[in-house]
């Protein structure tokens, strides 16, 4: 049942052109989890603040330029959003998606486990419903302006834009 909707997931993703009807997305800002040492000395770094937002605005160019969505304007609820933690905040992302009148919501998180090792995750969610269409991860080496867009646009091109992700095999 799990891979069916994953599979009519990612049948909606790779449909034709955009329409009118085509899914409306809410790609929200990425979070960071800082779990590493230098974190928890130093504490938030400007240049991984900076890289949050150019990761998300990535994303949303991205799905833009493929046709397949219509993605949202952010900007009435961006305030609230950086008050509260997506990942663990019980479905506030799904509330803010419902107030944007999205379809489909994306979150993401980058973990920092230290300035070489990296993590970068995207949930993928049907906001009607609340339920995970589906995830993906990529672990990236180095804490640059590059590894990072280099992990987005892997995640963008080999996951959530690719033709056969998630189908069954």
């Not at 779990?35 to 998300?56: K, N, W, Y």
């Not at 995750?121 to 991860?137: E, F, H, P, Q």
């Not at 867009?149 to 998630?166: E, F, K």
Request: charged fraction near 20%; charge should be neutral; hydrophobic fraction near 45%.
């Amino acid at each position: 049942m799990k891979a069916l909707l994953i599979l009519a997931a990612l049948t909606l993703l790779a449909s034709a052109p955009a329409r009118a009807d085509a899914p409306k997305i809410a790609v929200f800002d990425f979070e960071l989890l800082d779990t590493s040492l230098q974190g928890e000395v130093d504490g938030p770094r400007a240049d991984e603040q900076e890289r949050l937002a150019q990761v998300g605005d990535q994303l949303r160019k991205a799905l833009e330029a493929s046709g397949k969505f219509q993605v949202l304007d952010i900007s009435s609820v961006k305030a609230a959003l950086h008050r509260n933690n997506l990942q663990a905040c019980g479905g506030c992302d799904l509330q803010f998606a419902k107030q944007l009148g999205a379809d489909l919501v994306i979150t993401g998180v980058v973990q920092k486990v230290s300035n070489l090792i990296l993590n970068m995750n995207i949930y993928l969610r049907d906001v009607a419903t609340g339920r995970m269409m589906t995830s993906m991860s990529a672990d990236l080496r180095g804490n640059t302006d590059e590894s990072w867009s280099r992990a987005m646009s892997y995640l963008i091109r080999n996951r959530l834009l690719a033709p056969n992700y998630g189908a069954p095999q």
